[in-house]
């Protein structure tokens, strides 16, 4: 997209699933947190409200 902004944020989470994601960073023009998953190459996106409903953090 033309017009994101990407804020580095590197976080653990963990999916409904207990799949463990770590974030990339979050695109503060589109609202996205951005994220890598363990098994899949290629970073996904979740709109921020999403995230936090579907996501739960990962005590370090």
Known sequence: M???I???WVERYKDHRGVVVETVGV???NHR???MRPTYPHPCMQPRALFSQKFRKVAS
């Open 2 to 4: 033309e017009n994101e």
């Open 6 to 8: 990407i804020k580095p």
């Open 27 to 29: 695109d503060v023009v």
């Open 33 to 35: 947190v951005i994220y």
